[in-house]
């Protein structure tokens, strides 16, 4: 069983920068391929990033491509996603996601994923 829980939402300006955090328990992270997600009022949840179990490979959405950054630091059983440029279009709540995994699979699919956090507001205003 793996508990998540995300930090680092809140407002910020266009062209301003957050990072979020995602800290694990109940298990090592590292045994696990990470994802986060997002959802805007009235709109689906997307992936926004993924990283694989070992880290060796990671997934972008295009919106978001060259702007975030996703990474893992296993020691401190940690997942970030660094964001930066941020447009007011990435409004939304953020969700980080965990499921055991192969070494270097990412998954893009919210069904691909067994553990959610309970998400993070990040609001850019323009």
């Known amino acids: 069983q793996v508990r998540l829980v995300e930090f680092g939402g809140g407002l910020v300006q266009a062209g301003g920068s957050l990072r979020l955090s995602c800290a694990a328990s109940g298990s090592i992270v590292a045994n696990y391929a990470m994802g986060w997600f997002r959802q805007a009022p009235g709109k689906e949840r997307e992936i926004v990033a993924a990283?694989?179990?070992?880290?060796?490979?990671?997934y972008y959405a295009d919106s978001v491509k060259g702007r975030f950054t996703i990474s893992r630091d296993s020691a401190k059983n940690t997942v970030f996603l660094q964001m930066n440029s941020l447009k007011p279009g990435d409004t939304a709540v953020y969700y980080c996601a965990a499921r055991q995994a192969a070494g270097f699979n990412v998954y893009r699919n919210s069904n691909d994923y067994d553990y959610w956090g309970q998400g993070t507001q990040v609001t850019v205003s323009s």
């Open positions: 990283i694989s179990r070992s880290g060796g490979s990671t």
